[in-house]
Structure formats: C-alpha cells, structure tokens
C-alpha cells in the first residue's frame, strides 16, 4: 500500500549540511514534495521536484531522487538555526479519482550552535 | 490573500461537548483538506472536498465526525460527542485543482478534550 517512511529525528551543528532521507512506495508518483512545519505553525511547502528529475536544486538546499530504490532526500547546506523545524516527505497517490498526497511521520531537525 | 484561515485557534473543550472547528480557504481554490496531526499517528487526512462537495471521507474516524463545505469559502469540521482521544491539532489546507498542486495549510487549531 501507500507508505512514506522518514527517520524522526535528526541533530546538526550549525553551519554543517542536513540530510533528510525519505522512501516511498508509490513508483507512478508523478511529484515528491518536501514540506516544512515550523513550531505552532501548519505545513509549508519548501521544495519539490518531477518524477523525471534526478536532482533540483535551489539554493542551499539540493533534493536527489533514486528512483530505482524510491529513495528521496533533502539536504540542507549551511544549516541554520532559523532551519529548525520538521521535514516531511510527500508522495502523490492517484486513488479514488484523485490525487492524494500521502505524507511520512515528518523529521524533526534540530540545530545546535 | 490572507492565506488559509482557521479558528479558532485554541479550543479546550470537556468530554462530551459538541466542538465546531472552521476553515475558510484560499480565494479560488477549489479543494479542500481537513488533516489531523498527533504525536502518535502523525498526519491523517480526514477528508477531501472538491468543489464544496465531498470526496473522500475514509479518513473520518468515526460517526461522531462531520465536516460540511456549504459554499467555496466556508468549511467545518464537527466532533459530537467529543473524547479526549481527540486531542490533537486539525489543519485545514486548500489547493487549486484536485490535490495535485500545492496544498496551502492553515495555521491549525489545537484541540484538547479533558
């Protein structure tokens, strides 16, 4: 079935790279979204890229995509404090006559001095 | 545009009581998502209209959640009778066409049932 998987956690000093990591399951997904949830606030999308697309980039921040293994990854260059938040990974799912997004557990990123 | 808007913002209701959560999305958009986020369960869409009218409600928990779109600018998510297990935070999130653009997201409204 339909299932998005992201670690829950992740700690970096800042200044240093963040990579989030993600797997999907669904192979005819057409989008894969990074969102963004800053404390007390809703989701934001933060990037996303074509299911042909191997790489985008935008500023400091890259997404690579693995089709082959349903691999998707965000990586954060310089990180900053003000990047603390959490990242979730989406898919679209086509179920039911329409596109659904389905969305992992989220990875809380913290960034310490 | 004000973006997604929720209210209210807070609400701490008892066990029992009728609870009304209130979305008025982004002007023309024509989809609308209500989502539940919890520590434990993470985020579940509860529903799924598109053009005021539903189209996936699977995600409803249970009987005692309702959610109405009576025109393209108002929705509401109902809880009667509310139970603590229904503590979490709903967000309402609208996008232009059938889900598969951007979903804007509501600041949300954190629910806590004693």
């Known amino acids: 079935g339909e299932d998005v998987e992201q670690s829950l956690f992740l700690s970096v000093r800042e200044g240093d790279s963040s990579v989030i990591n993600c797997t999907y399951t669904?192979?005819?997904?057409?989008?894969l979204y990074w969102y963004k949830q800053e404390p007390g606030a809703g989701l934001q999308l933060l990037t996303y890229?074509?299911?042909?697309?191997d790489m985008k980039q935008d500023q400091r921040l890259t997404v690579l995509l693995n089709k082959k293994d349903k691999h998707l990854s965000l990586r954060i260059a310089d990180t900053q404090t003000g990047d603390s938040a959490i990242y979730f990974c989406?898919?679209?799912?086509?179920?039911?006559?329409?596109?659904?997004?389905?969305f992992g557990a989220g990875t809380r990123l913290a960034v310490h001095p | 545009d004000a973006g997604v808007i929720q209210s209210p913002r807070h609400e701490v209701t008892e066990m029992g009581q009728e609870v009304t959560l209130r979305c008025k999305p982004i002007?023309?958009?024509?989809?609308l998502f209500w989502y539940r986020q919890t520590m434990m369960r993470g985020l579940e869409l509860l529903i799924y209209?598109?053009?005021?009218?539903?189209?996936?409600d699977s995600g409803m928990p249970e009987d005692r959640f309702s959610a109405k779109m009576p025109n393209a600018s108002f929705s509401t998510l109902k809880i009667q009778p509310s139970e603590p297990r229904d503590s979490a935070v709903y967000f309402c999130?609208?996008?232009?066409?059938?889900?598969?653009?951007?979903?804007?997201f509501g600041p949300g409204t954190r629910l806590t049932v004693t």
């Open positions: 999130a609208s996008s232009l066409n059938r889900g598969q653009d951007e979903q804007y």
């Open positions: 669904d192979s005819s997904s057409t989008y």
């Open positions: 890229i074509f299911s042909n697309m």
């Open positions: 989406a898919e679209i799912s086509f179920s039911g006559g329409y596109n659904k997004l389905i």
């Open positions: 002007s023309g958009h024509n989809s």
């Open positions: 209209f598109n053009n005021n009218v539903p189209i996936d």
